[in-house]
């Protein structure tokens, strides 16, 4: 299964703006994409040390082979479903 990663902190305003693309890309691919949404403030997994996040939004995409794709700042929503495909 796919995987997608966003990480995020509550006072980062493009992180509130990418929320809005984020959450409606979930709505519509919760079944075939695992989505996690890590606060960098709080993380508490690691993850945002494993993929070296330096500035938010950070978004990572792990195909089912487990190659990860990362991205940072605003996605649109197109590009994050191509991403997701």
């Known amino acids: 299964m796919v995987q997608a990663i ?9 992180c509130k703006v990418y929320n809005k693309v984020w959450t409606k ?7 075939k994409v695992e989505f996690k949404s890590i606060n ?6 690691g993850l945002a040390a494993e993929y070296k996040v330096r ?3 950070f978004t990572v995409i792990i195909n089912e082979e487990g190659k990860a794709t990362t991205k940072t ?6 590009e994050l479903k191509e991403l997701l495909k």
Request: charged share 35%; proline share 6%.
């Open 6 to 14: 966003k990480f995020y902190a509550d006072w980062c305003g493009p």
């Open 25 to 31: 890309v979930e709505s519509e691919l919760n079944e």
């Open 40 to 45: 960098i403030e709080k993380d508490t997994s």
């Open 55 to 57: 500035s938010i939004p």
């Open 73 to 78: 700042g605003l996605i649109k929503e197109e």
